[in-house]
């Protein structure tokens, strides 16, 4: 299974939008890769176009951490 990018640049903006629609299908697909074998990235992408990747996820278990830690951000209704 290909592995799977993340640019916490969107993260980040879904987060400010409460977004949680898009965070879920970037979430799923995220876990799909794991259970697949490959593995996730996190990169950002700095003002210059220059991408930077300086976290890379091989477990359900690291996943879930992040996840969470994503989601503490985002506001209840």
């Not at 400010?16 to 990169?43: C, H, P, Y």
Request: hydrophobic content about 35%; cysteine-free.
């Amino acid at each position: 299974m290909e592995d799977l990018v993340i640019t916490v640049n969107k993260i980040e903006e879904w987060q400010t939008l409460n977004d949680t629609n898009n965070l879920g299908r970037v979430f799923r697909k995220a876990q799909s890769v794991l259970v697949g074998g490959g593995k996730v990235v996190l990169e950002r992408v700095q003002p210059s176009g220059e991408h930077y990747k300086f976290e890379e996820f091989t477990s359900l278990e690291d996943l879930e951490a992040y996840k969470k830690n994503v989601y503490k951000y985002v506001k209840k209704d």
